[in-house]
Nanobody
Framework: QVHLAESGGGLVQPGGSLTLSCVGSGNFDSIFTMGWYRQAPGKQRELAAEIFSTGSLNYAESVKDRFAISKDNTKNAVYLQMNNLKPEDTAVYYC??????????WGKGTLVTVSS
């Protein structure tokens, strides 16, 4: 059974930085993408960043040049380095792993609050 464990959320002041981590356990079959989505209060879940099996990266326009996604294939882990955080980055951040066979896995989420 697959399980995604996120960590690293918390309270940070505007302009600060946080790093989110997600480690997957269980048996994965041909991972296609690993990514981070976020859901702000009253809004729909949206993609923040994703990294493809090829290494290609995709970022939401709102986080480009501030967030950096990376992965460790040996650990089925994906990381999100978030810099220059803004109040509008406040959200629950969810780890996602999508396999080539269509299986889609989610973590339970970690809360990031950006506030002075």
């Amino acid at each position: 059974q697959v399980h995604l464990a996120e960590s690293g959320g918390g309270l940070v002041q505007p302009g600060g930085s946080l790093t989110l981590s997600c480690v997957g356990s269980g048996n994965f079959d041909s991972i296609f993408t690993m990514g981070w989505y976020r859901q702000a209060p009253g809004k729909q879940r949206e993609l923040a960043a994703e990294i493809f099996s090829t290494g290609s990266l995709n970022y939401a326009e709102s986080v480009k040049d501030r967030f950096a996604i990376s992965k460790d294939n040996t650990k089925n882990a994906v990381y999100l380095q978030m810099n220059n955080l803004k109040p509008e980055d406040t959200a629950v951040y969810y780890c996602n792993i999508f396999e080539k066979n269509g299986n889609n896995y989610w973590g339970k989420g970690t809360l990031v609050t950006v506030s002075s």
